[in-house]
């Protein structure tokens, strides 16, 4: 099985181009973004060292499903997917914040809460709360905008606009557009046996509008339980029956790495990869609903170029 770890393409108007954790960014013309979503996986804000096959295409797919489904909502940046693992949008300039969005009491949020932090991101938590506790409504906790190898910082609405990351009116339409795009998650999920736990949005400005930009409800930004179980489990104390990236973080942890300075990523065997890969295709299959079909071509990059230079032109 092979995986596409790295890109160069030159496109027709090609201007730079980024290279994030998992994305490869081409700006065409100042105009109209190439994302390529590669199969490159990250945890705890490290590149891990092999690439997960098909992961790639998997969470493009599942994005432009979810994209399609939320135009009511608000505009997104999002105009084809000439590839399997391409999207073609329009260029915004982003802000410079996630806006992370929580359904439920877990991972980092459960971890601060459990060390007596009572207060995220300028949200204050109600006392005597359980992990995996669903909260009376569902809370926003942004970050920033982490560079690469940097880790994403907690961030109040206080913070945001005194650094005048956002104006008041903006940042009113993000959390308006950011509570009501969960709650078409929550909604789509629920009729797939699942339950949208958090994820989070990114957001930009184009021609003065606020678009939704990246990717949206992916297993990389979001976090799923079963709804099937999930209330015995909840009360017996144990844990949930989760659909997410973090079966990775846990294996990680387990072998004695969580991204700290000194820790080395423990081995990634043949057989590690392709567990990971026939999760992400598990996870693909729940949150469509829909049978994942491989693309299955020998050389993935020069699928592509043809492709994303056809539509181009």
């Not at 877990?106 to 109600?126: D, H, M, N, T």
Request: aromatic share 10%; hydrophobic share 35%.
């Amino acid at each position: 099985m092979k995986a596409l770890t790295a890109t160069d393409f030159n496109f027709p108007g090609q201007q730079s181009v980024y290279h994030g954790k998992v994305r490869d960014v081409y700006n065409i013309n100042g105009e109209k973004l190439v994302m390529v979503a590669t199969d490159r996986i990250s945890a705890f804000d490290v590149i891990l060292p092999k690439g997960i096959p098909f992961k790639g295409q998997m969470l493009n797919q599942i994005a432009a499903k979810f994209l399609d489904a939320t135009t009511d909502i608000c505009p997104n940046w999002k105009l084809a997917t000439p590839d399997p693992m391409v999207t073609v949008g329009v260029m915004c300039e982003g802000f410079p914040v996630e806006m992370i969005v929580r359904g439920y009491l877990c991972g980092s949020a459960w971890r601060a809460y459990k060390s007596g932090v009572r207060e995220i991101c300028g949200v204050r938590l109600p006392e005597g709360m359980r992990e995996n506790e669903k909260f009376p409504t569902p809370i926003i906790t942004p970050t920033t905008k982490a560079e690469i190898g940097e880790h994403d910082a907690d961030i109040s609405k206080e913070e945001i606009l005194a650094r005048g990351l956002a104006t008041p009116e903006e940042y009113a339409l993000l959390e308006k557009y950011t509570l009501a795009l969960f709650q078409r998650g929550t909604e789509i999920a629920a009729e797939r046996g699942l339950i949208l736990v958090d994820t989070k949005y990114e957001f930009g400005k184009h021609n003065g509008q606020i678009y939704l930009m990246d990717e949206i409800h992916t297993p990389d930004s979001s976090r799923y339980f079963y709804s099937e179980g999930y209330e015995e489990r909840f009360a017996k104390g144990e844990p949930q029956k989760q659909l997410s990236k973090e079966f990775v973080r846990e294996w990680l942890m387990e072998n004695g790495f969580q991204g700290k300075a000194g820790q080395q990523v423990p081995e990634m065997t043949d057989e590690i990869v392709k567990s990971i890969s026939d999760r992400y295709m598990e996870l693909y299959e729940h949150i469509t609903g829909e049978t994942f079909i491989k693309e299955e071509s020998g050389d993935i990059a020069a699928r592509i170029e043809k492709n994303v230079t056809d539509y181009l032109k």
